[in-house]
T-cell receptor
């Protein structure tokens, strides 16, 4: 099984940078995903890591260290529309996802 | 249809009633999933299907059943609803297998059991 931990809430100012950490314990690691979920909406895919290192996609970057069971999602140049929940999810060898409880990010003007 | 759809959008249900949540995708994905999302607990997998004709149990399967008669449809049935099944239910689909294959989520069904 998977045990996935991420902070419950974070607050940051528009234009700033925020880093959301995710730690996991897994019986079989087969990739890590980050999803964004706005209130009342479905989760949408942000990033995927399976090898150690940094993946960059525009203002969003995701990092993975498999040996430490650790990932982070970095949001740069924060905009008001980035206020949402960010979900860390680990895929197992059967291709099923286990999700953390999510981190609610509030961006203030 | 574009992507993945769910019906109904929301439902209020009396305890003990039977209810089927519908999910349809038009992306020809082999794998489909049902999750429930509760405050503070995140998304939890109820049942899944890797391909038409097969299903499997997830983390919280008790009280729920699924079927996968074809590629596009994956209904979730609550045989006798209980208040603890009050939740937001998300259906998802994705290509079977690993690699850069993310799951796509439907808009969700908000279910209240009284």
């Amino acid at each position: 099984g998977q045990n996935i931990d991420q902070p419950t809430e974070m607050t940051a100012t528009e234009g700033a940078i925020v880093q959301i950490n995710c730690t996991y314990q897994t019986s079989g690691f087969n990739g890590l995903f980050w999803y964004q979920q706005h209130a009342g909406e479905a989760p949408t895919f942000l990033s995927y890591n399976v090898l150690d290192g940094l993946e960059e996609k525009g203002r969003f970057s995701s990092f993975l260290s498999r040996s430490k069971g650790y990932s982070y999602l970095l949001l740069k140049e924060l905009q008001m529309k980035d206020s949402a929940s960010y979900l860390c999810a680990v895929r197992d060898r059967d291709y099923k996802l286990s999700f953390g409880a999510g981190t609610t990010v509030t961006v203030r003007a | 249809i574009a992507g993945i759809t769910q019906a109904p959008t929301s439902q209020i249900l009396a305890a003990g009633r039977r209810m089927t949540l519908r999910c349809t995708q038009d992306m020809r994905h082999n794998a489909m999933y049902w999750y429930r999302q509760d405050l503070g607990l995140g998304l939890r997998l109820i049942h899944y299907s890797n391909t038409a004709g097969t299903t499997g149990k997830g983390e919280v399967p008790d009280g729920y059943s699924v079927s996968r008669a074809n590629t596009d449809d994956f209904p979730l049935t609550l045989a006798s609803a209980v208040p603890s099944q009050t939740s937001v239910y998300f259906c998802a689909s994705g290509p079977e297998g690993g690699g850069y294959n993310e799951q796509f989520f439907g808009p969700g069904t908000r279910l209240t059991v009284l």
